[in-house]
């Protein structure tokens, strides 16, 4: 059986997730492909991700790809959140989704009562009114984008004031087989995928979690079943799923051990690069961070006690923060600020960095005002 060290995985996964070799610019949309997708239910964050993996991309370059190109696409895939895709594999994603709920598009479930986040209850909705509300999503969207207040209001025309405040709540009710369009001002729209993309084309959902697991274990593996279900999918992926998934794929995969743990990687897919200095600036919700579910790997005791004491960290945990990245291993803290024409940036490491990193810190932050067109200003703590 292959062996690797900790180091090791680190390494092939900062590889993999283009955080040691940066990509080029004409490479935007490959880089998106090879992560499984960018989290994006913060659009500053998906951008600045990218901007730690590609040279010289601008804001305006990820924009063109998502509002005029199209070759990017944002919708609720992992997890039930926001994240960015190519626009040709929506449909994988989205079959893939549905292999795991166990819902077939058509299917459309009732609904329980509701408690929003400001204390509303709202009523349950039958099967059939689900239906109808859907259906009518799709009507109203027939050719055109619309803002969630306008789309609420064509819906209520069509069926009656019974979801309004539900399509209004800011969730994903009935919008989370939609793409979004472009933004208005801070206001998002939404879409039909079947309209927005060019050749939109259904896929078997079976085939597509395949797809997806392989993915997921070319770029963040070695992994296990649990890892895999944690990092794609709710409550509604069991166990006993996952493990399922994983048998299915057989002989596609070779199991390997990485310091006396157990986890698999693709059939093959054994080689582990030497660990090389690196140093970056990972925004909340990194995907490198997402994907790392062996977590005391990733985050030593000093990093988790920063973590502890941060607002959303306490919450949220690794995800939730932003953390500077030496060597594949969190290494301390660090916040944005826009101030006019300038980005604060004030970085907070556990512990004291050499010089050369201080030098690759100055360029991250150079980089990061490259990217928003601001003028960095770089703090240490």
Known sequence: MVSATWDEVRARRLARSSLADRA???????????????????????????????????????????????????????????????AGELALWYAARRAV??????????????????????????????????????DALDGRCLLREELAEEVVKRVGPGPKERLLSGFAFFTGELVQGPPQGVKVTFARPDQWIDGWQEVDE?????????????????????????????????????????????????????????????????????PQPSLRLLPEYDVYIMGFREREHLVPEPVREQIGA??????????????????????????????????????????????????VLDAEADRIGAFTGLEPVLALE
């Open 24 to 86: 080029n610019a004409d490479g935007l949309v490959e880089v998106v492909r090879d992560l499984g997708g960018i989290h994006a239910q913060v659009q500053a964050s998906a951008e600045l991700q990218l901007a730690t993996r590609v040279d010289g991309l601008t804001q305006k370059d990820v924009r063109e790809e998502l509002w005029e190109r199209r070759r990017l696409v944002k919708a609720w895939t992992l997890r039930g959140t926001l994240h960015l895709h190519p």
């Open 101 to 138: 709920a166990g819902v077939a598009p058509d299917d459309d479930g009732g609904l329980d009562a509701w408690r929003d986040p400001a204390g509303v209850l709202h009523p349950p909705l039958g099967r059939d009114d689900v239906r109808a509300i859907r259906e009518a999503v799709w």
């Open 206 to 274: 079976q085939e597509a979690l395949a797809e997806v697991c392989r993915r997921y274990l070319h770029t963040y593996g070695p992994a296990r079943p649990g890892d895999f279900r944690e990092w794609f999918s709710s409550r509604a992926f069991r166990a006993p799923q996952a493990r399922a998934l994983f048998d299915s794929l057989g002989d596609q995969l070779e199991e390997i051990e990485v310091e006396g743990r157990r986890a698999n990687v693709l059939a093959g897919d054994t080689v582990f690069p030497k």
């Open 310 to 359: 941060d607002r959303r960290g306490r919450y949220e945990g690794p995800a939730g923060v932003r953390l500077l990245i030496v060597d594949g291993v969190a290494a301390g803290l660090w916040a944005r600020k826009k101030r006019g024409k300038r980005i604060e940036l004030q970085v907070t490491p556990a512990r004291r960095l050499t010089r050369p990193q201080r030098t």
